[in-house]
T-cell receptor
C-alpha cells in the first residue's frame, strides 16, 4: 500500500529564514505528488503539485518543491518565510489508476519573530 | 464563485443521535470524498464517490453512511454506531483526469456531548 511520511511533526523557524519540509513517499512507480496547507480550523489549500517533467515545481505563496526519485522525496521549500506561513502542511500522493490520495500526518510550522 | 461548501461550520449533538453533514460543490466534479481529521493523525478517508449513485468505503467507514443522489451533493451521516465521532470533517472533490487533485471545503467541526 502507498504511504507518505512526513518525519517532522513540528518545525519552528524565524521569520525571514528559509524553510524545508520533508516528505517521502513509498510507491515505486511515478507518483502524483501534492503539497497542501491548512490554517487552523480551515480546509486544505493546494500549494503545488507534481505529475511529470521538470522536477522542480513552483507553487503559490512563493513555495517550491523538488521531486527526487532516487530518494523517494518531494520536499517543500521557501527561501524566506513570513509570519502568515504559520500553518499545518500536508504532503499527499497518488498514482495512475488509484482513486485515492494518501496523506502524510502533517507538519506544523511555527514562525517566531 | 466555484467551490465546495460545508454546513454547518460547527455542530453539536448528544451522544446516541445520528447527524448529517452537508457537502455541496459547484465545480462540476465527478468525484467527492469525506475525510476525518484528528490531531496528529492527518486525514483519514471515510467514503468516496466517483460517480452519482455509487460510492466506496474508505479506511474508516464504520459508523458512517453516505449517499450520492446528485453530482453536486455528497452528505455524510455520522451514526450512533460511531464510537468517537467528535472530530473535524472535511469534504473534497476532484475532476476526472486530474490525477486526484482534490479541492477541499472549509470543514465541519462535530462535537458530541
Amino acid at each position: 500500500a502507498q504511504s507518505v511520511t512526513q518525519p517532522d511533526i513540528h518545525i519552528t523557524v524565524s521569520e525571514g529564514a528559509s524553510l524545508e519540509l520533508r516528505c517521502n513517499y513509498s510507491y515505486g512507480a511515478t507518483p502524483y505528488l501534492f503539497w497542501y496547507v491548512q490554517s487552523p480550523g480551515q480546509g486544505l489549500q493546494l500549494l503545488l503539485k507534481y505529475f511529470s517533467g521538470d522536477t522542480l515545481v513552483q507553487g503559490i505563496k512563493g513555495f517550491e518543491a523538488e521531486f527526487k526519485r532516487s530518494q523517494s522525496s518531494f520536499n517543500l521549500r521557501k527561501p524566506s518565510v513570513h509570519w502568515s506561513d504559520a500553518a499545518e502542511y500536508f504532503c499527499a500522493s497518488s498514482n495512475f489508476g488509484n482513486e485515492k490520495l494518501t496523506f502524510g500526518t502533517g507538519t506544523r510550522l511555527t514562525i517566531i519573530p | 464563485d466555484g467551490g465546495i461548501t460545508q454546513s454547518p461550520k460547527y455542530l453539536f449533538r448528544k451522544e446516541g443521535q445520528n447527524v448529517t453533514l452537508s457537502c455541496e460543490q459547484n465545480l462540476n466534479h465527478d468525484a467527492m470524498y469525506w475525510y476525518r481529521q484528528d490531531p496528529g493523525q492527518g486525514l483519514r478517508l471515510i467514503y468516496y464517490s466517483q460517480i452519482v449513485n455509487d460510492f466506496q468505503k474508505g479506511d474508516i467507514a464504520e459508523g458512517y453512511s453516505v449517499s450520492r443522489e446528485k453530482k453536486e451533493s455528497f452528505p455524510l451521516t455520522v451514526t450512533s454506531a460511531q464510537k468517537n465521532p467528535t472530530a473535524f470533517y472535511l469534504c473534497a472533490s476532484s475532476a476526472s483526469g486530474t490525477r486526484n487533485e482534490q479541492f477541499f471545503g472549509p470543514g465541519t467541526r462535530l462535537t458530541v456531548l
